[in-house]
């Protein structure tokens, strides 16, 4: 049986969200000055990790513009239940994205993930499940470790001692060595701005792609393991949206989207 769609909510002028909702940061890129060199790195600020630390409660975001079709968007790809709270022109960007979500067919497909994160609830571990996000690592938020999982990830333990959690950088980067780049379920090149997420069945899978940047991205190129001969891919604001340079080497398929703006996805199939 497929799963309804969860859609998020726009709250009229004046009107309160649920008072326990959790309140999320405005969806968006900041570039900041790079140390080492002349150029500026992008810092997005996104709040999947949030909305899967959370998952089941309520969340609300308070954005202006084009950002409040970027919150509807990233409330979706999470399954959460949100509230949006916008100025004039943010509620016509909601209502344009929340058109497109409608349209979107329902699924029955399970998150996919490489590891797990045991979360013990302290900033660390938010501010490492911060950076597994954006660095498009999918994981499991766990109250215990999942031995369905080659890495279990646990913070103060022999294996991720204290002294490491001081760099939640360098910490990431030793979890995606210990997955393995070639054993991702998910990659994509080409764009520092994009966050994706992935859900998986047997048969089929859906690609949640999520741009933080106001400009459209172009080109991303998309690596998902499996062999799938089928996919289709639908992109807000872009009719027609059409996958290229379609391939697959035994153990994954690639694809390109050629343009997509703030939200695409795209459903693979085996059959």
């Known amino acids: 049986m497929l799963a309804a769609l969860l859609l998020p909510s726009l709250l009229a002028a004046g009107a309160e969200a649920p008072a326990d909702a959790v309140k999320l940061n405005e969806p968006r890129v900041q570039f900041r000055a790079n140390e080492a060199s002349a150029t500026r790195s992008p810092w997005i600020d996104a709040n999947g990790w949030r909305l899967l630390r959370d998952s089941g409660r309520k ?7 084009e950002a ?22 943010g509620a016509d960007a909601f209502t344009r994205m929340l058109e497109f979500l409608k349209n979107l067919p329902a699924t029955d497909l399970a998150p996919a993930a490489d590891f797990g994160v045991v979360d013990d609830g302290s900033d660390a571990n938010g501010e490492l499940l911060n950076l597994l996000t954006r660095m498009n690592l999918l994981y499991r938020v766990e109250k215990n470790p999942d031995r369905s999982f080659r890495v279990n990830v646990r913070l103060g333990t022999k294996e991720y001692p204290p002294d490491e959690a001081q760099n939640p950088s360098e910490l990431a980067h030793k979890i995606r060595s210990q997955i393995g780049d070639d054993q991702r379920l998910l990659r994509l090149y080409g764009s520092e701005v994009v966050i994706g997420r992935l859900l998986a069945g047997p ?42 340079d379609w391939t697959q080497d035994g153990t994954a398929t690639e694809f390109t989207i050629p343009e997509f703006r703030a939200f695409a996805i795209i459903d693979l199939s085996r059959d």
Not at 59 to 65: D, E, I, L, P, Q
């Open 59 to 65: 969340f609300v975001y308070h954005v202006k513009g």
């Open 68 to 89: 409040a079709a970027l919150a509807a968007a990233e409330a979706f790809t999470y399954g959460a239940e949100a509230f949006i709270s916008a100025d004039a022109p």
């Open 203 to 244: 048969h089929r899978a859906r690609v949640f792609l999520l741009n933080y940047s106001a400009r459209p991205v172009l080109g991303l190129r998309v690596r998902v393991r499996g062999a799938y001969p089928k996919g289709e891919l639908r992109a807000f604001l872009v009719p027609d949206a059409q996958v290229a």
